[in-house]
């Protein structure tokens, strides 16, 4: 069994900070690329930055600049640091993961339940 779980979500005011974590726990042999989705009501989830396991990274045009990811290989987790917040980054957020459990299978994607990022005023 392989859980995400994600903290770090909440309420805040625009141009403000939140740091996103999700902790990947459970039986795991590897983990490849790790990512951020976001979706809101009505809409498609967008990935919104990922991190390969050599730590390269990809970012979603509209958070270049204010969102870095991050990962702690060590600690199986990835974080997201999101800064000069806007009402337009209201979503809920999940973690992914690219994981395998045992050494004669293939990773394949795991999420998490999500957290709610609201930024308003």
């Known amino acids: 069994q392989v859980q995400l779980v994600e903290s770090g979500g909440g309420l805040v005011q625009p141009g403000g900070s939140l740091r996103l974590s999700c902790a990947v726990s459970?039986?795991?042999?590897?983990?490849?690329?790790m990512g951020w989705y976001r979706q809101t009501p009505g809409k498609q989830r967008e990935l919104v930055a990922s991190?390969?396991?050599?730590?390269?990274?990809d970012y979603v045009d509209s958070v270049k600049g204010r969102f870095t990811i991050s990962r702690d290989n060590a600690q199986n987790t990835v974080y997201l640091q999101m800064n000069s917040l806007k009402p337009e980054d209201t979503a809920v957020y999940y973690c992914?993961?690219?994981?395998?459990?045992?050494?004669?299978?293939?990773?394949?994607?795991?999420w998490g339940q999500g957290t709610q990022v609201t930024v308003s005023s």
């Open positions: 991190i390969t396991l050599g730590g390269s990274t």
């Open positions: 992914n993961a690219d994981i395998s459990q045992y050494s004669y299978t293939y990773q394949q994607p795991y």
């Open positions: 459970g039986r795991i042999f590897s983990i490849g690329a």
